[in-house]
């Protein structure tokens, strides 16, 4: 099968890739740095020449809900008429559980996406996911100020990156199936705790500040809202087993 995916060099989109490879799949990357602008256009036609399902991970960095919505509203837009014009036949996109609870900040962005897809002319799949494994090291990289990392006050089933690979894989090789379970990772943990294991697995360990964010996104960090629903889909790595696998970092 020929699998395009957008974002393809990102935390999710390398796994995925991986995971399409080794599973056979003529795979086409959709990023920049293979010639392909998804906020243009550009570089789009020639790349989706044959695909038969195309597997949307991209994603932009910002907490602006003006930002995420824009990149999103583009980005979207221009991929699924492409699409069309190619006449693919399955389109697979990654959003994010609470995404429509919670439409705040970069989840505003991914309400527009699911928006777009659910309302657009390529039979479509929607998986939502809870936060990655990873999360956890953006939060230390950016909320770190000399030797205090601060951190936002936060319930989490974090899921790793690469078993939400093999999940969107799974579902790009079968027929479109809307709304198929949530994923999330095997266990409830408190965001603090993952935001401290990840910093003594590195060798940076140091005092860590819990902050309770104002406003309607920090108390659905707080209340659940942001943990899947029951019947979600489990994935097999817990994130100590994730941790343990780093490097320290020099």
Excluded: C
Excluded at 41 to 65: K, N, Y
Aim: net charge neutral; no cysteine.
């Amino acid at each position: 099968m020929k699998i395009a995916i957008a974002g393809g060099t990102g935390t999710v989109g390398r796994h995925v890739v991986a995971v399409a490879r080794e599973r056979g799949h003529d795979v086409v990357v959709l990023t920049r740095s293979n010639g392909v602008n998804l906020m243009t256009g550009a570089g789009l036609a020639p790349s989706l020449d044959g695909v038969e399902v195309v597997v949307d991970v991209s994603s932009t960095l910002t907490q602006s809900a003006k930002k995420s919505r824009e990149f999103y509203e583009t980005a979207t837009t221009n991929l699924l008429a492409a699409e069309k014009r190619a006449a693919v036949p399955h389109h697979v996109a990654l959003s994010i559980v609470g995404s429509d609870k919670a439409p705040f900040g970069y989840y505003a962005g991914k309400e527009v996406q699911e928006q777009l897809v659910t309302a657009g002319p390529i039979p479509w799949t929607i998986v939502r996911a809870t936060q990655f494994h990873e999360f956890a090291q953006q939060l230390f990289s950016q909320m770190r100020f000399g030797p205090v990392t601060v951190v936002p006050k936060m319930v989490s089933q974090p899921v790793a990156a690469r078993d939400v690979g093999e999940y969107l894989i799974s579902l790009a090789e079968s027929d479109p199936a809307g709304r198929p379970a949530d994923l999330a990772g095997p266990e409830v943990l408190q965001m603090v705790d993952m935001v401290k294991a990840y910093a003594a697995a590195v060798g940076k360990p140091g005092p860590t500040l819990e902050v309770s964010l104002p406003g309607g996104f920090g108390r659905a960090m707080r209340d659940g809202t942001l943990l899947p629903t029951p019947g979600a889909r489990l994935g097999r790595t817990t994130f100590q087993q994730w941790v343990s696998a780093l490097d320290p970092i020099s």
